[in-house]
């Protein structure tokens, strides 16, 4: 039975690729309204367990519950179709096309639908981009102008406009500021702070910990295909986590470990209490 103080749930996910251990009975919690940072080396399993919760691949075993829920999602698209929506570092824009466009991609709306000959909508998809970059904080002087144009910083902003926009229930970001300048990055990390504001559950994967000592409420380090810890990040420092992730200490060394799921279920609560 999963925790009523959980928005994501997942209980000994496991993913191997022939002898290939990707992920092993990996055990996650996610509050609602926690913002929640996954880190560890490259090859620890984290991007295998993104793939695994937003449907890109499906696991050997363990379960995946979303907001009390048991699902098995076929697709990313049917994670988003149910709530989940995940910015990759490739972002998924469309480089030709303006600003609406990008939002409403794969999401157009129409005055009329007719397969291939459907008539856009083009001022209702205007209207509710201004309304979704407003909320969310993104400043863009010409929604008319092809994202060719644009910075990475912009193009970043709309992706994450996208997500916020049409989440339901879970953001996913993966690596949100690679690859971007120091004030491209701080205006991505704005608009962040403002999801936390907004109460929106958030999962980023990032190898800065700067970055996600400022964001986010709990940190879960993977090491070598497993879950080894989940730590609250105003009770720890980046140089545990550091230590966590190359195997310098073991997780029972800092007091906390991951426990079975029932157990660890009563650890966040309490802690988000």
Excluded at 4 to 24: C, D, M
Excluded at 56 to 80: C, H, M, T, W, Y
Excluded at 148 to 175: H, N, P, T, W, Y
Aim: aromatic share 4%.
């Amino acid at each position: 039975m999963s925790s009523p103080a959980s928005i994501l749930e997942v209980r000994n996910l496991t993913k191997h690729y022939g002898g290939v251990k990707a992920l092993t009975d990996a055990n996650f919690l996610l509050a609602p309204r926690e913002h929640a940072a996954i880190v560890g080396d490259n090859g620890a399993g984290k991007s295998t367990f993104v793939r695994l919760i937003t449907g890109a691949e499906s696991p050997n075993a363990g379960e995946i519950v979303l907001d009390k829920e048991k699902v098995q999602f076929d697709s990313p698209l049917d994670a988003r179709r149910q709530g989940v929506e995940t910015v990759y570092q490739t972002l998924a824009l469309a480089e030709d096309l303006d600003v609406p466009a990008n939002i409403f991609l794969g999401r157009e709306l129409t005055h009329l639908s007719l397969g291939p000959l459907s008539i856009l909508n083009h001022k209702a998809m205007r209207e509710q981009s201004v309304e979704m970059l407003s909320t969310t904080g993104v400043k863009i002087q010409d929604l008319s102008e092809s994202l060719r144009g644009m910075s990475g910083g912009q193009r970043q902003c709309v992706a994450i406009a996208r997500a916020a926009g049409f989440a339901k229930k879970l953001i996913i970001l993966d690596e949100p500021t690679a690859a971007l300048g120091v004030q491209e990055t701080a205006r991505v990390e704005g608009i962040i702070k403002g999801l936390k504001e907004r109460q929106i559950p958030l999962i980023i994967i990032s190898h800065n910990l700067r970055q996600v000592f400022d964001l986010v409420d709990r940190i879960w380090v993977f090491r070598q295909g497993r879950i080894i810890a989940s730590l609250e990040t105003k009770k720890t420092n980046p140089e545990q986590i550091v230590a966590l992730i190359t195997g310098a200490i073991s997780p029972e060394s800092v007091g906390e470990h991951i426990l079975p799921a029932n157990v660890m279920r009563g650890t966040q609560e309490a802690a988000l209490a």
